[in-house]
């Protein structure tokens, strides 16, 4: 059972068949990205750039869509999710592309540009998902497509890793045939969901980058205190997800078809735990012991991490950092969203998400400073300082 499932809901819930379109949609999504993220470091390196510079590269997509997301919501209100999709996913393939024709920084930043403005294909299968399903089940099948989010996730390193021994731009090719399958799928098998479209398309500052909805919410401890908590765990956890490529390069001198695998292990893990592990833990433990297992277990991740000198002994250290993501985030986003009203939970989660776009943006930076200019293992430990304060605060402000 996923976190959050109402138990007295499970007999009337009927499973959309509109569902198996979009879980198709969110699996070549999540495989077509898989496979060309762990990549991207490598290609840079092959450019002749900084790890630095490769951390400002990769820096533009989320700057990007801190902007795009709430925009391609509001978009897809008034106009529809359907054709909003197509848009997303034609900037996606068209980004794949010229990743593939790359042989130029300026190509490079084009291709995380062009798909960072336009392809926020996940904003739009959320939503739509919202529309087509009431809201007792929503729960459950947002953990449904979490898991097919997983699948995707082993699969796409995986095949990302074997590709490139061929040719270093075939998974950017291949990645962009998969996203020519999904533009098929929406164009002759997906129906429109929004029935009411508002007459007027509304955008103000305001509801692209919710600041005053952020201050609002600082006003309220609770509030505050899980938002303060789900920051200092995307920016531990992205210092080093958003470096581990150029990180395992300057630390191991691995190759980029072995992040890949790293990755897939990561899919892998993630998947087993959250199939079979996180309802019984959550029975035996609660949800705030266990939230401090997972913290517990990313800071020995990422301490083990630092210390690894050997290809094979990296995929222990992921085995605690896939245990820790994996039931920290459920918790933390179930917190958040227990934390208020019914009516405020969409904009909080707004604000959620233009936070973790701001810890996306600081830390492949910061990665890339520290890979360049300090000993890469400087890197992790303070991944480790960043949990361990975390640890600190949910121990302070979070009842057991």
């Not at 042989?103 to 926020?120: E, H, Y």
Request: proline share 4%; with cysteine.
């Amino acid at each position: 059972m996923f976190l959050g499932t109402n138990e007295n809901n499970v007999d009337d819930f009927v499973f959309d068949k509109r569902l198996y379109v979009i879980f198709l949609i969110i699996f070549t999504e999540v495989l077509g990205f898989s496979m060309v993220l762990p990549l991207i470091p490598f290609l840079g390196l092959s450019l002749g750039l900084t790890p630095i510079q490769i951390g400002l590269i990769a820096s533009v997509f989320s700057f990007c869509q801190l902007f795009a997301s709430p925009v391609t919501g509001k978009l897809s209100d008034r106009f529809g999710r359907k054709p909003l999709f197509i848009l997303s996913q034609l900037s996606t393939f068209a980004g794949f592309l010229l990743l593939g024709f790359a042989t130029t920084a300026v190509l490079l930043i084009a291709s995380r540009l062009i798909d960072g403005l336009l392809g926020s294909n996940m904003t739009v299968s959320q939503a739509y998902i919202s529309d087509i399903t009431k809201p007792e089940h929503r729960t459950r099948v947002y953990g449904y497509s979490s898991g097919v989010f997983g699948a995707g996730l082993i699969f796409g390193p995986f095949i990302g890793g074997v590709l490139y021994r061929i040719a270093y731009a075939l998974p950017m090719f291949f990645a962009a045939a998969i996203t020519l399958v999904s533009i098929v799928l929406v164009v002759f098998f997906l129906p429109e969901s929004v029935t009411e479209k508002p007459d007027k398309l509304s955008l103000s500052f305001d509801e692209i980058l919710p600041v005053k909805d952020a201050i609002q919410f600082a006003e309220t401890p609770t509030v505050r205190n899980t938002l303060v908590m789900f920051f200092l765990f995307n920016t531990g956890f992205f210092l080093l997800i958003a470096n581990f490529g150029l990180l395992a390069e300057a630390q191991l001198h691995v190759t980029a078809d072995q992040v890949g695998f790293y990755m897939a292990w990561i899919g892998i893990i993630r998947v087993v735990i959250q199939s079979f592990l996180i309802a019984r833990l959550l029975r035996a433990l609660g949800e705030s012991s266990m939230l401090k297992t997972g913290i517990i277990a990313m800071i020995v991740a990422m301490v083990g991490l630092a210390f690894s000198t050997e290809f094979l002994f990296v995929f222990v250290p992921l085995i605690f950092l896939a245990y820790g993501t994996g039931v920290s985030r459920p918790i933390l986003t179930s917190k958040l969203t227990n934390s208020v009203t019914k009516k405020e939970t969409a904009t909080l989660l707004g604000v959620n998400n233009s936070l973790t776009s701001v810890a996306q943006i600081i830390t492949p930076i910061a990665g890339g400073f520290m890979i360049e200019y300090l000993p890469s293992q400087v890197l992790p430990i303070l991944s480790a300082v960043l949990l361990s304060s975390l640890l600190l605060f949910v121990r302070n402000h979070v009842k057991s």
